[in-house]
């Protein structure tokens, strides 16, 4: 189909978000669009559609790389693919019409590597990782060390079913002054030392409603967010001496219990 058949055949088919609640903070609330105020459903609706027919080109064209390197003769075992984007779009959710924000819809991004010459079989990785950690990763492919001082790690152990070495961390950055820390199934989120701190809970607030930085029960995490984030270099106690996320390139530690990124504090 083109565009304006993918456009047409979503039309009638998705349903965009409506009346969203917004969420309560000086900067996720930033930019909401109103249904009714600042546009009509119906603009929500054909920009939703075109939305998803956008997605569905990008799947159509990554097909048409595979065909045509089978055209030229390419083996497509041999070689490396990878599928990603730079962030995701709200579109709507928390009535938001835009990225900037950590929410899920915003920071979290399809990422798939093809490599069936030393993947034979398909696996899903649960893990946070980054897209940083693609220059680690393709280092470890072809057999080259990962430069030291980077933030990047190799996501060949997790490929490989293998996760007791991964920190299960990921960091977004913004503009300079906001920061993302995921670790697990959290998510600390700082805008400035004028904004409040945000904490998610994926794990019983999937959809991202409820701000528990102050639920008693997340104290310890919420300490240990904040001396992760001066080590990165933001807020009042930003390590002026900051150069990197101190990750170790974990190639060298798959026979090694002992390694965590930054000593471990998750």
């Not at 959290?186 to 904004?195: C, H, P, S, T």
């Amino acid at each position: 189909m083109d565009s304006e058949e993918k456009f047409a055949y979503y039309l009638n088919r998705v349903e965009p978000y409506v009346n969203e609640p917004v969420f309560e903070h000086p900067f996720l609330s930033q930019r909401q669009v109103g249904s009714g105020f600042d546009v009509t459903t119906r603009d929500l609706r054909r920009a939703t559609a075109a939305y998803h027919g956008m997605i569905e080109t990008i799947d159509d064209l990554y097909g048409e790389v595979l065909s045509a390197l089978q055209k030229v003769g390419q083996d497509l075992d041999d070689w490396i693919i990878v599928y990603t984007s730079d962030h995701g779009e709200m579109l709507g959710q928390h009535g938001i019409w835009e990225k900037q924000k950590f929410f899920e819809a915003s920071v979290r991004v399809p990422l798939i590597i093809r490599y069936p010459r030393r993947f034979e079989q398909g696996r899903v990785v649960e893990e946070n990782v980054n897209l940083c950690d693609l220059f680690a990763t393709m280092c470890d492919f072809a057999d080259i060390p990962t430069p030291p001082g980077l933030d990047s790690r190799s996501l060949v152990p997790l490929m490989e079913g293998n996760g007791a070495l991964w920190d299960n961390e990921t960091i977004s950055q913004f503009s300079g002054t906001n920061l993302m820390i995921k670790q697990n199934h959290l998510k600390y989120q700082y805008y400035g030392e004028n904004m409040p701190e945000v904490l998610f809970d994926l794990q019983c607030d999937p959809y991202e409603t409820r701000n528990c930085i102050e639920d008693p029960a997340n104290a310890r995490h919420v300490s240990l967010f904040r001396k992760r984030c001066a080590k990165l270099g933001f807020g009042p106690d930003a390590d002026q001496l900051y150069r990197n996320a101190g990750y170790v390139d974990n190639t060298t530690l798959r026979g090694n219990r002992q390694g965590a990124s930054y000593g471990g504090d998750n």
